[in-house]
């Protein structure tokens, strides 16, 4: 976020002035949003939390979190394209629907790392 002007620079909000927010509604959305650029760097999200009831994912390696009106997913789920082996990974944002009244209530960035990118993200 630009600390003088409240406009996110990077993420699913770049270019929003959280300002226009009331200040629950920018709470919920920069901390989302700085949720997702930490998964996104290979890290863990700093404001949601393990959702602890969530089922357990079927590739073993998704991830759950629960933050403020949100649902944070870390998809982590081993794929093979063309022989090369590695893994689908990325986050996935759900607000709650009274959040988010539209067509849409989730943002994501999924993409396919090979084993060793994946592998070098997360541990930088």
């Known amino acids: 976020m630009n600390d003088k002007t409240g406009i ?9 002035d959280i300002s226009l927010f009331n200040k629950l509604d920018a709470i919920t959305i920069s901390n ?9 760097d290979g890290k863990k999200p700093k404001h949601a939390v393990l959702n602890e009831v969530a089922a357990p994912a079927l590739d073993g ?6 933050g403020n009106r949100y649902e944070l997913v870390v ?13 689908i990974y990325g986050p996935i944002i759900t607000y709650e ?13 999924l993409r ?4 060793d990118q994946l592998s070098n993200l997360q541990s930088e």
């Open 75 to 87: 998809i982590q789920s081993p794929s093979t394209f063309g022989g090369i082996h590695g893994y």
């Open 32 to 40: 989302s949003n700085e949720d997702f650029l930490l998964v996104l």
């Open 8 to 16: 996110l620079e990077l993420g699913p909000f770049s270019g929003i």
């Open 61 to 66: 390696s998704t991830t759950s979190y629960l």
């Open 97 to 109: 629907r009274k959040f988010a009244p539209g067509n849409m209530t989730t943002v994501n960035y």
């Open 112 to 115: 396919f790392y090979t084993t």
